[in-house]
Antibody, heavy 119, light 106 residues
Framework: EVQLVQSGAEVKKPGESLKISCKGS????????IGWVRQMPGKGLEWMGI????????RYSPSFQGQVTISADKSISTAYLQWSSLKASDTAIYYC????????????WGQGTLVTVSS | IVLTQSPGTLSLSPGERATLSCRAS???????LAWYQQKPGQAPRLLIY???SRATGVPDRFSGSGSGTDFTLTISRLEPEDFAVYYC????????FGQGTKVEIK
């Protein structure tokens, strides 16, 4: 059974750094693209970027380029989303999602990680 | 590509037909258009990809159609569990989402 299990909720202060994770299981982690999606409180879905864990090929949405870093450690089947300096506007739920291939969504989603940034 | 969904809210009764629209600012490559359902407190669920292909396990009351810049999600007869927010997404290179349509109980 394909599963994506994300790390738990985080509460951080503005300016702090953060790395959240998404662990894949039940499939060959290196062979499928993993994407990240943001959902701000009460708002819609925003595409952030995507990574191929096999070779760490990463593509970012222009809106998120330079704002976050997407990475993966294939040895432990885990993808990451990280910030070097959080802002209050980064408060959101972040979802990871596995694709069937670069162009096709696979229908598998993590449970979401709530990140709260507040002074 | 900017995706614009309409209406913003659809008020219907169980058993009625729901028709949701998604219009793209330019032609969607290869009809790479997906539809998702999201309920409160849950991750999105993939319903449709490639404009008209149902994802695994999705009931056949959900259907997608369209090409180019105009796409439609139709729910033939609304079940109580279908009341939710629906998003379209172009799943080519830029993967932008529409702003969502809320289907609520009338």
């Amino acid at each position: 059974e394909v599963q994506l299990v994300q790390s738990g909720a985080e509460v951080k202060k503005p300016g702090e750094s953060l790395k959240i994770s998404c662990k894949g299981s039940g499939y060959s982690f290196t062979n499928y693209w993993i994407g990240w999606v943001r959902q701000m409180p009460g708002k819609g879905l925003e595409w952030m970027g995507i990574i191929y864990p096999g070779d760490s090929d990463t593509r970012y949405s222009p809106s998120f380029q330079g704002q976050v870093t997407i990475s993966a450690d294939k040895s432990i089947s885990t993808a990451y989303l990280q910030w070097s300096s959080l802002k209050a506007s980064d408060t959101a739920i972040y979802y990871c999602t596995r694709h069937d291939n670069y162009y096709h969504p696979g229908g598998y989603w993590g449970q979401g990680t709530l990140v709260t940034v507040s002074s | 590509i900017v995706l614009t969904q309409s209406p913003g809210t659809l008020s219907l009764s169980p058993g009625e037909r729901a028709t949701l629209s998604c219009r793209a600012s330019q032609s969607v490559t290869s009809s790479y258009l997906a539809w998702y359902q999201q309920k409160p407190g849950q991750a999105p669920r993939l319903l449709i990809y490639d404009a008209s292909s149902r994802a695994t396990g999705v009931p056949d009351r959900f259907s997608g159609s369209g090409s180019g810049t105009d796409f439609t999600l139709t729910i033939s007869r609304l079940e109580p569990e279908d009341f939710a927010v629906y998003y379209c997404q172009q799943h080519g290179s830029s993967r932008t989402f529409g702003q969502g349509t809320k289907v609520e109980i009338k």
